[in-house]
């Protein structure tokens, strides 16, 4: 069973940065970050998928993921010592105002994934950006 709990959400203004984390506990091959705003469907906005070494413990392959909305504005990142996952945004839009998601699955994802292929959801955070 893999638990997940975000952080970091808040308000902001139009052109500034905010950095959220995911605290998992479990396996957690494959993460991602989800947002969805009031009245419209859950979008994906950036995935990780990692390969360790199971007798070493440490990353032998990482690939990263990104929407074209977000992609040169959003980092995902995944400190795998501590088992959390981070999304660093800049030059945050308007648009960008959502409840923000963290999934997780047990299996390597590839680069095209859809909210059914996570089996593990976070409550979200939400993220308010006023123009």
């Known amino acids: 069973q893999v638990q997940l709990q975000e952080s970091g959400g808040g308000s902001v203004q139009s052109g500034g940065s905010l950095k959220l984390s995911c605290a998992a506990s479990g396996d957690t091959r494959c993460m991602a970050w989800f947002r969805q705003a009031p009245g419209q469907e859950r979008e994906w906005v950036a995935h990780i998928t990692t390969i360790t070494s199971s007798a070493t413990i440490t990353t032998l392959d990482s690939s990263t993921h990104y929407a074209d909305s977000v992609k040169g504005r959003f980092t995902i990142s995944k400190d795998n010592d501590e088992n959390t996952l981070s999304l660093q945004m800049n030059s945050l839009k308007p648009e960008d105002t959502a409840m923000y998601y963290c999934?997780?699955?047990?299996?390597?994802?590839?680069?095209?994934?859809?909210?059914?292929?996570?089996?593990?959801w976070g409550q979200g955070t939400q993220v308010t950006v006023s123009s």
């Open positions: 999934a997780a699955v047990n299996s390597y994802c590839g680069p095209l994934v859809r909210a059914a292929d996570f089996r593990y």
